[in-house]
């Protein structure tokens, strides 16, 4: 298992292309949108597997250690994770679950280490889409609502 200052990486390969994962004191730490292998763990071996359950349309929850940060980055990524498979909330209807401004809301979506693991694809704003960081932006942020079910309008 590796420490917060060398975590230890597993490189999945997906649809939108190679991701890694890394783990730092048992929990999932990061998800990067580029391959950066490294020697795995089970934690990580566990991860890439539910990855690609996720990706095979067999999964719908992660279940796995995350670090889930602190303050109010640690609510909002809490309150993204509860929004079920294939639909999505707004800023705003996250900004009221969390007691915090949407725009406040919308940063901390954007600071989320976790993509995919922690669903900020699953928000938008309220006549917009938002942003995400993936290669690709917004179009990897509509095929991954696409991929689960959700109407796109």
Aim: proline share 8%; net charge positive; aromatic share 6%.
């Amino acid at each position: 298992m590796g420490n917060i200052a060398h975590p230890t990486r597993k490189t999945v390969l997906t649809p939108f292309g190679p991701v890694t994962l890394a783990e730092a004191a048992g929990r999932i730490v990061r998800l990067d949108w580029r391959a950066d292998p490294g020697d795995a763990s089970p934690l990580l071996e566990e991860a890439s597997r539910q990855m690609l359950a996720y990706f095979d349309r067999r999964l719908s929850r992660f279940d796995l250690p995350l670090d889930w940060g602190s303050g109010l980055h640690a609510a909002v990524r809490r309150a993204m994770a509860k929004i079920p498979l294939g639909e999505t909330r707004t800023y705003g209807q996250l900004a009221k679950l969390v007691a915090a401004p949407a725009q406040a809301v919308g940063q901390a979506c954007g600071a989320n280490p976790l993509p995919i693991l922690i669903p900020c694809h699953r928000v938008t704003g309220t006549d917009w889409f938002g942003g995400f960081s993936a290669p690709g932006g917004v179009e990897t942020k509509a095929a991954l609502l696409r991929h689960e079910g959700a109407l796109l309008l």
